[in-house]
């Protein structure tokens, strides 16, 4: 679900979010050509005239060359309008509440235009999509995106500091969680890096809840996209590291009013052992709650 592009309670991992239409499994993050270029030609000793000159007569850009390689997508996606498009589109861009991660980069990750999303939607060969419908799935993707990045910073804000502090924060269970998070320091605000769209590949965790489906009712269908998202870990007196969250988009069963409702599963892949420890802390943290008898104690004190 997630697109950018970068110009100048239930379970802890699965956060209900309403919105009507649910969007087709997207491409991912688009980095404005402008910005690449510019760092770029900071880097190369040679500019891209000069290379071009050098080229052999024979020389064919592959397919790849010509993709970004934070997202896989081109470095020029176009805001004109399509051959086949009937429908006026916005070109307006709205700016995302998350932080860009590049070094000497400042701002926020910017979120593609209706008719760039479009233009998008049939490079992927999704060429049946509805064009009255792309202004609500730009709408939905942005609002999905904005809770996948605000639970990818509840969990820094538990365990940036360590996992002592985090476990001193899991304890206390997920019941009222929401109404316990805070903003994070600035200092110590998570940075989105790059993320990939990875919908054909299911993760562990999802393929697990699909075995069980086999012996269990009501199992839930298989996430309909996934994206790895890494960010930069800023804690106090601790160098910025990288990190990689997994996400998996479901969708549920409409409410009663008819609206689609989307379940994101957010959490930090299992690439070290330090990851491995968080995710268990916050599951046994909020069992341990529960089953402690926390909560009645709680209630009974207020």
Same mark, same amino acid.
């Given at each position: 679900m997630g697109w950018f592009w970068a110009d100048s309670q239930q379970c802890p991992e699965h956060r209900p979010a309403r919105r009507a239409h649910a969007p087709q499994p997207s491409p991912t993050i688009e980095v404005s050509y402008e910005t690449l270029t510019s760092r770029t030609e900071k880097s190369c000793p040679y500019s891209g005239s000069d290379a071009a000159s050098k080229r052999?007569?024979?020389?064919?850009?592959?397919?790849?060359?010509?993709?970004?390689?934070?997202?896989?997508?081109?470095?020029?996606l176009s805001q004109s309008r399509a051959e086949s498009q009937t429908v006026y589109l916005p070109v307006d861009r709205s700016v995302s509440s998350i932080p860009k991660g590049h070094e000497g980069e400042g701002?926020?990750?910017?979120?593609?235009?209706?008719?760039?999303?479009?233009?998008? +939607?049939?490079?992927?060969?999704?060429? @049946?999509? %509805?064009?009255? =419908?792309? /202004?609500e799935m730009v709408a939905v993707h942005n609002f999905l995106n904005e809770g996948a990045w605000a639970e990818i910073v509840d969990w820094e804000r538990r365990f940036n500091k360590g996992l002592s502090q985090g476990w001193r924060?899991?304890?206390?269970?997920?019941?009222?969680?929401?109404?316990?998070?805070?903003?994070?320091?600035?200092?110590?605000?998570?940075?989105?890096?790059?993320?990939?769209?990875?919908?054909?590949?299911?993760?562990?965790?999802?393929?697990?809840?699909?075995?069980?489906?086999?012996?269990l009712p009501n199992a839930s269908?298989?996430?309909?996209?996934?994206?790895?998202?890494?960010?930069?870990?800023?804690g106090p007196e601790r160098a910025p590291q990288e990190i990689r969250y997994v996400i998996d988009y479901y969708s549920g069963s409409p409410d009663?009013?008819?609206?689609?409702?989307?379940? +994101?599963?957010?959490?930090?892949?299992? @690439?070290? %052992?330090?990851? =491995?420890? /968080?995710?268990?802390?916050?599951?046994?943290?909020?069992?341990?709650y529960r089953a402690s008898g926390a909560a009645a104690r709680e209630n009974k004190v207020s």
């Amino acid at each position: 679900m997630g697109w950018f592009w970068a110009d100048s309670q239930q379970c802890p991992e699965h956060r209900p979010a309403r919105r009507a239409h649910a969007p087709q499994p997207s491409p991912t993050i688009e980095v404005s050509y402008e910005t690449l270029t510019s760092r770029t030609e900071k880097s190369c000793p040679y500019s891209g005239s000069d290379a071009a000159s050098k080229r052999p007569a024979s020389f064919t850009e592959s397919p790849a060359a010509r993709l970004n390689p934070l997202n896989h997508m081109p470095f020029d996606l176009s805001q004109s309008r399509a051959e086949s498009q009937t429908v006026y589109l916005p070109v307006d861009r709205s700016v995302s509440s998350i932080p860009k991660g590049h070094e000497g980069e400042g701002g926020n990750w910017v979120y593609p235009s209706p008719q760039q999303m479009y233009n998008a +939607l049939l490079r992927k060969g999704y060429t @049946d999509t %509805p064009q009255d =419908a792309i /202004e609500e799935m730009v709408a939905v993707h942005n609002f999905l995106n904005e809770g996948a990045w605000a639970e990818i910073v509840d969990w820094e804000r538990r365990f940036n500091k360590g996992l002592s502090q985090g476990w001193r924060e899991s304890q206390r269970g997920e019941v009222d969680a929401q109404s316990r998070r805070q903003n994070v320091d600035d200092g110590c605000q998570p940075r989105l890096l790059r993320f990939e769209g990875r919908p054909k590949d299911l993760t562990p965790k999802a393929m697990a809840v699909q075995l069980l489906g086999l012996v269990l009712p009501n199992a839930s269908d298989p996430p309909f996209d996934r994206h790895d998202w890494y960010i930069q870990r800023r804690g106090p007196e601790r160098a910025p590291q990288e990190i990689r969250y997994v996400i998996d988009y479901y969708s549920g069963s409409p409410d009663p009013d008819g609206e689609d409702i989307f379940y +994101l599963d957010v959490r930090p892949a299992v @690439d070290s %052992p330090r990851a =491995a420890a /968080e995710r268990l802390l916050r599951w046994s943290g909020d069992i341990w709650y529960r089953a402690s008898g926390a909560a009645a104690r709680e209630n009974k004190v207020s």
